[in-house]
């Protein structure tokens, strides 16, 4: 992800009809944090990004590696268009463009070649989105939390699979997943008590069993789609609390040797790590000051007297002229 301010497992399921999806998860509904800062987008936020497509009168492009702006930047010659979003909704928690793909765009997310959407931020300067400048397709999105490209098809795969509606959140898929696989499980102890290597089995046992075999394998797409949404409610989480913590070192609001010590705060309770630290002052300076050329000038004399005093305190010369004696 890119920012301009203005003032796991892989799935074997196809996409829904062959197709690419004509939605695309851009970033999340809310606070989110990218390439070490934090964003928000919010209602108001929704309407801007609206009205700026309504004054534009023109689509965000959808390019590969933020080409647009490598050509703005004058890095290459050509931009081409993967794709134009054309409007965003929020569903779920999260921000999803509507795209149109260009034939070069939907090849590439049809083989699988890109996974993820980048987008290119307009916000304030206390990270509140109020546009887009582009996006981009990427498998190194710098967005936090961020959806691979169909895993919204594969999800209302999954609904109808369990039986649930197409409205039916993702804790709900992950309880209708778990009792099916209990339901599984218990499949198997009565299979096995049927003594189906009996030869006396009629055909029509065998047909039942042969059935019951052909949805294994579905059981264990199932299987494997769950492990996914877990092991990326795992990654999310494990991002947020390295984020937030990265931020506090960044601006000076704790010190590095109390770097692990929140770490273990964030994941025991985030958000009153977060009140925490957001109520902490900057202790430290995060550069060393940079002496203007006068200054330099006005220390590069040394009285006895200041060579006396450091000699005492075992300070060179060289580190009192750098960054010693008084203004």
Do not use: C
């Not at 778990?178 to 003594?195: K, N, T």
């Not at 294994?216 to 947020?240: I, N, T």
């Amino acid at each position: 992800m890119h920012t301009l301010t203005s003032s796991g497992v892989t799935s074997q399921i196809s996409l829904q009809d062959g197709g690419v999806p004509n939605r695309i998860p851009l970033h999340p509904f809310g606070e989110f944090f990218g390439n070490g800062r934090r964003f928000v987008f919010d209602e108001a936020s929704l309407a801007a990004v609206r009205e700026q497509l309504r004054q534009n009168g023109r689509p965000w492009v959808l390019d590969w590696h933020h080409a647009t702006l490598d050509v703005e930047a004058g890095k290459r010659d050509k931009a081409p268009a993967a794709g134009f979003i054309q409007d965003v909704v929020v569903e779920e928690g999260y921000v999803y463009g509507l795209v149109e793909w260009t034939p070069e765009g939907a090849a590439d997310v049809m083989k699988g070649a890109f996974a993820f959407i980048s987008p290119v931020l307009l916000h304030t300067e206390d990270g509140h989105v109020v546009g887009y400048h582009s996006h981009a397709l990427t498998n190194r999105p710098g967005t936090q939390w961020q959806r691979r490209i169909g895993m919204e098809e594969k999800m209302d795969w999954l609904r109808q699979m369990v039986g649930l509606p197409p409205d039916a959140g993702e804790e709900q898929v992950r309880a209708a997943l778990e009792a099916l696989q209990a339901r599984a499980q218990l499949g198997d102890l009565l299979v096995q008590s049927l003594g189906l290597s009996d030869a006396t089995v009629t055909p029509e046992l065998r047909a039942r069993v042969i059935r019951l075999a052909a949805n294994e394998q579905v059981l264990d797409e199932v299987s494997r789609l769950r492990q996914q949404l877990e092991q990326e409610a795992r990654q999310r989480e494990q991002q947020r609390i390295q984020a937030l913590v990265e931020a506090a070192l960044e601006d000076g609001r704790i010190l590095p040797n109390q770097r692990e010590l929140f770490l273990r705060l964030a994941a025991s309770d985030f958000e009153a790590t977060r009140m925490a630290l957001e109520a902490l002052p900057p202790r430290v300076p995060t550069q060393l000051p940079q002496l203007q050329p006068a200054q330099k000038q006005e220390r590069a004399a040394l009285s006895d007297n200041d060579l006396a005093v450091a000699q005492l305190v075992g300070v060179s010369k060289e580190a009192l002229l750098k960054y010693g004696g008084d203004e």
